[in-house]
């Protein structure tokens, strides 16, 4: 199992920088080069007009939906920007850059339930406490010779934070990103990164908590977007 992907997934920032520039904290120029740093091409103009069309005129302009082992949304995707009832999610070749964009309108019943930030927070913060105990009471530990995890999990956490977030980001939402980015870093280290899959059950348990603080964080950012 390849745990990059239930952990970050690069909607994340695109849905902060793409609602930043729907309620106008973001230019333009800006969105594109953020765009260009997560998916290696800028956004279609057409394709942000149409977004435009689409979106809510009150209250947030998007959702982040991120599914996984425990959290059906309801979606075909497992992730995609939700803009009033359009999901929108990349479509990459084999270098991961986003050649199109699939747009697809969708009429069922979703199961997207809202988290606060100090929710999703403190969830996140007792499953993490939760795994490291249940980690230290088996007494396995990772062979030296695997690379050094400290240094492992900082590059991994500073790869996820590229290309950074708008200025206007409430500060409470950063904190939340980096909290989901260091345990993200964690779980990708020890797996995919030193090879060691003796913790699988450990982490999977984790990537859950990981997506709703995700989701959570540009709940809340939006929000407050559209509130300013």
Known sequence: MDFRSPVYSPLQHAAVWLGGWLHGHVAFDDLSGAFIELFGAAPDVELVREIRAVAPSEGPALRLALSGPGDPTGLVEKEALLVGNVALSPVTDETGVATAWNWREHSGPLSLPYYSPGEAESALSEATREAALMIERSGVRIPVGRGNPRQLVRSLSDHYDVPGL????????????????????????????????TFDPQLIGLCRHIRRARIAGVDYTLSEFSRA
């Open 166 to 197: 708008p200025a206007s980001t409430p500060r409470r939402a950063v904190k939340l990103f980096a909290r989901a980015d260091s345990v993200a870093a964690i779980v990708e280290a020890v797996h995919n990164r030193l090879g060691d899959h």
